[in-house]
């Protein structure tokens, strides 16, 4: 069945430093493939989605490409803010059902 | 756009009792989605509904959880009789039937099992 392995947390990083937080998946054909993110005490929101190969996804400074070949799909701020403390869940939808693939979740902290 | 919509936001009960979370999703969308949320497991899907019947219940812990969609505009989750092991945070979502489309979620509900 398909899975989305992500990076074992929590990160700590300073302001202004560069983040990656790795996701790997497997999957058959073509999924789609998002980043949510969790504030404290909220639901998951989406963070940004590429629907096909080489797609970028962006939004707030985050992105997050789609590589098909590596079939990874990391995720990258150039300069965290700490706002940005939160828990990030990489994950695919795969075939014609809704049903989302989740990653087990990564916690980030940004010290100031 | 109002969101995904649950309530409670926060129950606190004494073990055995029965447990009703209810959720409002957003207007439009035909996938409905439980999920379970706690530290030992994570995230956990429980249960999912396309036009407001049950696609998959694999992820339903037991007899004791059930959940039904009598329209397009609610959905519960019922536990009888709720146990301590119960205690977690449920989560509501919904989404338009596509596989490129988000899911939305609710801001869930906190549930305490004493």
């Known amino acids: 069945g398909d899975s989305v392995t992500q990076m074992e947390g929590p990160v700590t990083l300073s302001e202004e430093a560069f983040l990656t937080i790795n996701c790997t998946y497997t999957a058959t054909g073509y999924p789609s493939l998002f980043w949510y993110v969790q504030y404290p005490g909220e639901g998951l929101q989406l963070l940004l989605k590429?629907?096909?190969?080489?797609d970028k996804g962006s939004n707030k400074g985050f992105e997050a490409t789609y590589r098909k070949e590596t079939t990874s799909f990391h995720l990258e701020k150039g300069s965290v803010q700490v706002s940005d403390s939160a828990v990030y869940f990489c994950?695919?939808?795969?075939?014609?059902?809704?049903?989302?693939?989740f990653g087990t979740g990564t916690k980030l902290q940004v010290i100031p | 756009d109002a969101g995904v919509i649950q309530s409670p936001r926060h129950e606190v009960t004494e073990m055995g009792q029965e447990v009703t979370l209810r959720c409002k999703p957003i207007?439009?969308?035909?996938?409905l989605f439980w999920y379970r949320q706690t530290m030992m497991r994570g995230l956990e899907l429980l249960i999912y509904?396309?036009?407001?019947?049950?696609?998959?219940d694999s992820g339903m812990p037991e007899d004791r959880f059930s959940a039904k969609m009598p329209n397009a505009s609610f959905s519960t989750l019922k536990i009888q009789p709720s146990e301590p092991r119960d205690s977690a945070v449920y989560f509501c979502?919904?989404?338009?039937?596509?596989?490129?489309?988000?899911?939305?979620f609710g801001d869930g509900t906190r549930l305490s099992i004493l």
């Open positions: 509904f396309n036009n407001n019947v049950p696609i998959d």
């Open positions: 979502a919904s989404s338009f039937g596509q596989s490129n489309q988000p899911q939305h």
């Open positions: 994950a695919l939808v795969n075939g014609g059902y809704q049903k989302v693939t």
């Open positions: 207007s439009g969308h035909d996938y």
């Open positions: 590429a629907t096909k190969a080489d």
